[in-house]
């Protein structure tokens, strides 16, 4: 268990939806960092926040948004849903600014 | 932007043999980590390698980094069935105000007994 916590774990929706993922670091880590797993793209980095500003900034597209709330836990909001982002969503988190990076278990998202 | 190759995509070794994974960037990076992810579960941290030329080890596994800081690879000795999983580099590249931890495609590895 690396004591970062994503939720829902499965999460099923239609096309043209929108959803919130939850995610919560590890006690005491400040920086947290969203990244999508699809079968062809490997894991891709989307967006960091770090103690509740952005930090840095992938390849995250424009119907995709997430903030870091002042407890730390971040979201990840998806909207006008497509079936291409159909995904593993995973959160992890670190310390600091910079450093080992600790992955939830993940979000098993699937757009029909 | 920033990337980080890694090959091969996918290797079948007999239990016994030796495994090698690459990846290289095409910008100094600031440091390489590494992560495994077993089927089915999430990216475990391995270990991360910070001055050029490093060599680490974990029992079987060696890492190591490149001179240039560019490159680096992963050599598993003597597979087991255990080491089964995806191996995934990351590139961390040291922004203005954050960092930005890029994974390569990573490899697949599959361990026949």
């Known amino acids: 268990d690396s004591g970062v916590t994503q939720t829902p774990k499965h999460l099923i929706t239609a096309t043209g939806q929108r959803v919130t993922l939850r995610c919560s670091p590890r006690?005491?880590?400040?920086?947290v960092y969203w990244y999508q797993q699809s079968l062809d793209q490997g894991l891709q980095f989307l967006i960091q926040?770090?103690?509740?500003?952005?930090?840095a900034k992938g390849n995250i597209l424009e119907r995709f948004s997430a903030q870091q709330f002042p407890d730390l836990h971040s979201e990840l909001n998806l909207s006008s849903l497509e079936l291409g982002d159909s995904a593993l969503y995973f959160c992890?988190?670190?310390?600091?600014?910079?450093?080992?990076?600790?992955f939830g278990q993940g979000t098993r998202l699937t757009v029909v | 932007g920033q990337q980080v190759m890694q090959i091969p995509q996918y290797q079948h070794v007999q239990e016994g043999e030796d495994f090698t994974t690459y990846c290289n960037s095409s910008?100094?990076?600031?440091?390489i980590q590494w992560y495994k992810q077993r089927p089915g579960g999430h990216p475990v941290f391995l270990i991360q390698l910070v001055k050029s030329g490093e060599v680490k080890k974990q029992k079987r596994l060696t890492f190591q980094f490149g001179e240039a800081k560019k490159n680096s690879s992963l050599h598993i000795t003597a597979t087991q069935t255990t080491d089964v999983g995806t191996y995934f580099c990351a590139g961390d590249w040291l922004m203005e105000y954050g960092n930005k931890l890029v994974f390569g495609a990573g490899t697949i590895l599959r361990v026949k007994s």
């Open positions: 992890a988190s670190s310390v600091e600014v910079r450093g080992t990076a600790f």
């Open positions: 910008t100094t990076l600031s440091n």
């Open positions: 926040y770090y103690n509740g500003e952005e930090r």
């Open positions: 006690s005491g880590d400040l920086s």
